[in-house]
């Protein structure tokens, strides 16, 4: 399967700093990237859509603002989580896609608190 | 995504064969079937996929009816390293990967693998 990469794997923050997480996709071009995010015994559920070049999309719920989302290369997307608070603290995963493969793969997640 | 159900646990022994049930009652004509699993604290893990035809890898067996409204996944040799939660998704017709690409994760079963 494709390889995808995330850092950091876990961090600790401090309430109101800002966080940012990287995805990379190390085998193929990943023209889209879906970005999810997982509570404590909670399943996943998908934040936002960014295609390479564009704009993300978020899904209802999700803070435009407090979720900055770049995907300026085909092989790398970061997530920005600005003024962290406790509540942001969750599973953040991303899964990028080159569009033409039907296998969707993930990375290995990154854990963040937030104190 | 056409609506899945699945029981939300299930026990099976070591070295048994582990049969995980699927309702997608509603899927439409084109969509496929997903089983992914995600270990604990791990990004979510791509098992197998299909259409209409039963499939088969490595890692896994999928059998779908022939009305295709439920699929099973079929372990055939449970180790405890599938102990995981196992997710079946039917995500939207589409060949554009920032539609179909977009996984509505349900709640899983939580499969436990004993000694």
């Known amino acids: 399967g494709a390889v995808v990469s995330q850092h950091p794997s876990w961090v600790i923050c401090k309430s109101g700093t800002s966080v940012k997480i990287e995805c990379r996709s190390l085998?193929?071009?990943?023209?889209?990237m879906f970005w999810y995010r997982q509570f404590p015994k909670q399943s996943l559920m998908l934040m936002a859509t960014?295609?390479?070049?564009?704009?993300?999309?978020?899904e209802q719920g999700v803070e435009k603002d407090k979720f900055l989302i770049n995907h300026a290369s085909l092989t790398l997307s970061t997530l920005t989580v600005t003024s962290a608070h406790p509540e942001d603290s969750s599973f953040y995963i991303c899964?990028?896609?080159?569009?033409?493969?039907?296998?969707?793969?993930f990375g290995p997640g990154t854990r963040l608190t937030v104190l | 995504d056409a609506k899945t159900t699945q029981p939300p646990s299930m026990d099976c022994a070591e070295g048994r064969a582990a049969n995980l049930p699927c309702n997608h009652s509603?899927?439409?004509?084109?969509?496929?079937v997903y089983w992914y699993r995600q270990i604990h604290s791990q990004g979510p893990q791509y098992i197998i996929h299909?259409?209409?035809n039963n499939e088969t890898n490595e890692m896994a067996s999928l059998i779908i009816t022939e009305d295709r409204k439920s699929s099973t996944l079929i372990l055939p040799h449970a180790t405890l390293r599938d102990t995981a939660v196992y997710y079946c998704?039917?995500?939207?017709?589409?060949?554009?990967?920032?539609?179909?690409?977009?996984?509505?994760f349900g709640a899983g079963t939580q499969v436990v693998v004993t000694p």
């Open positions: 960014s295609n390479e070049g564009s704009k993300a999309t978020y």
């Open positions: 899964s990028p896609t080159g569009g033409a493969e039907k296998e969707l793969f």
């Open positions: 085998d193929f071009q990943a023209t889209t």
């Open positions: 299909g259409l209409k």
């Open positions: 998704i039917a995500p939207p017709d589409g060949v554009v990967a920032d539609s179909w690409g977009k996984l509505q």
């Open positions: 509603t899927i439409s004509g084109n969509e496929y």
